[in-house]
């Protein structure tokens, strides 16, 4: 089992900075690779960001690339997320996962899930 707990949402103005941390707890963290989704009202759960267990790899959805930077301590069991230049459609509930097998984008894939945080972006 691994336990996610994510932190650092909240209220910013558009253009502004957040960062997101994930902290893991249970089974080794070094050994998943994670995930950072995002949900907003009455849409789908749709993948953001990826990186790999060992950060040799990154992944983005095309809305956030070069805006959003994902990154892991694996000394400190926890995964990032970096939002600069945030925009009005960036708001939404933010999650962390983490996953054992198949592909960063598909929720399917992911064994374990955060209880999300609040990300809201004013224009």
């Known amino acids: 089992q691994v336990q996610l707990v994510e932190s650092g949402g909240g209220l910013v103005q558009a253009g502004g900075s957040l960062r997101l941390s994930c902290a893991a707890s249970?089974?080794?963290?070094?050994?998943?690779?994670m995930g950072w989704f995002r949900q907003a009202p009455g849409k789908e759960r749709e993948f953001v960001a990826g990186?790999?267990?060992?950060?040799?790899?990154?992944y983005y959805a095309g809305s956030v690339k070069g805006r959003f930077t994902a990154s892991r301590d694996n000394t400190k069991n926890t995964a990032y997320l970096q939002m600069n230049s945030l925009k009005p459609e960036d708001t939404a509930v933010y999650y962390c996962?983490?996953?054992?097998?198949?592909?960063?984008?598909?929720?399917?894939?992911?064994?374990?899930w955060g209880q999300g945080t609040q990300v809201t972006v004013s224009s």
């Open positions: 996962a983490a996953r054992s097998r198949g592909t960063y984008a598909r929720v399917s894939d992911y064994d374990y």
């Open positions: 249970g089974r080794p963290f070094s050994d998943y690779p």
């Open positions: 990186i790999s267990s060992r950060s040799t790899g990154t």
